[in-house]
T-cell receptor
Framework: EDQVTQSPEALRLQEGESSSLNCSYTVSGLRGLFWYRQDPGKGPEFLFT???AGEEKEKERLKATLTKKESFLHITAPKPEDSATYLCAGSNSGYALNFGKGTSLLVTP | EAQVTQNPRYLITVTGKKLTVTCSQN?????MSWYRQDPGLGLRQIYY???????DKGDVPEGYKVSRKEKRNFPLILESPSPNQTSLYFC??????????????FGPGTRLTVT
């Protein structure tokens, strides 16, 4: 069964304290690994797609990486506005997404 | 502005009263999908559509119907809602421009309560 597991469930950081979120997957024939950001009561906002092991993508303080079994979302010098839930999703068909349950990130001043 | 819109945003209804949640996108996307999000269970796919008149079941299709008569619209129909369908619903669309994997763009959500 295809699964996407995220850890930790919740993470509290001080402003400027860098850290990483983990997404491990057992999606057979993975065709894409996605990261989304979700603010409370809002729809997920697309961040990155990674297609193959070794690939990296960056956007402001966020950097996503992919290995054969997991993906990491690195947050460098986070700010309070980075507080959100970060969702990881894998797809083997290109159409159906298997989402993890998310990591709730709180960055305090 | 490119966007996915959903209506209504909030709905409280009673068991058995048929309802429709509309979803529309203005990006000419071929692919559209419906998800529900529940605490502790995350986002789960209900139905998806790869094009007009082409739909398929996701992980949790029971109790839901969809139709895709126009490219821009993908309504979600609950013919006889039950309390276990109380949830936060999201519509999403994708243009399928990347071979093999398609990032999806989500609407703002519809919070449904069935009493």
């Amino acid at each position: 069964e295809d699964q996407v597991t995220q850890s930790p469930e919740a993470l509290r950081l001080q402003e400027g304290e860098s850290s990483s979120l983990n997404c491990s997957y057992t999606v057979s024939g993975l065709r894409g690994l996605f990261w989304y950001r979700q603010d409370p009561g809002k729809g997920p906002e697309f961040l990155f797609t990674l297609y193959s092991a070794g690939e990296e993508k960056e956007k402001e303080r966020l950097k996503a990486t992919l290995t054969k079994k997991e993906s990491f979302l690195h947050i460098t010098a986070p700010k309070p506005e980075d507080s959100a839930t970060y969702l990881c999703a894998g797809s083997n068909s290109g159409y159906a997404l298997n989402f993890g349950k998310g990591t709730s990130l709180l960055v305090t001043p | 502005e490119a966007q996915v819109t959903q209506n209504p945003r909030y709905l409280i209804t009673v068991t058995g009263k048929k309802l429709t949640v509309t979803c529309s996108q203005n990006m000419n996307h071929e692919y559209m999908s419906w998800y529900r999000q529940d605490p502790g269970l995350g986002l789960r796919q209900i139905y998806y559509s790869m094009n007009v008149e082409v739909t398929d079941k996701g992980d949790v299709p029971e109790g839901y119907k969809v139709s895709r008569k126009e490219k821009r619209n993908f309504p979600l129909i609950l013919e006889s809602p039950s309390p276990n369908q109380t949830s936060l619903y999201f519509c999403a669309s994708s243009d399928g421009s990347h071979a093999g994997a398609y990032e999806q763009y989500f609407g703002p959500g519809t919070r449904l309560t069935v009493t």
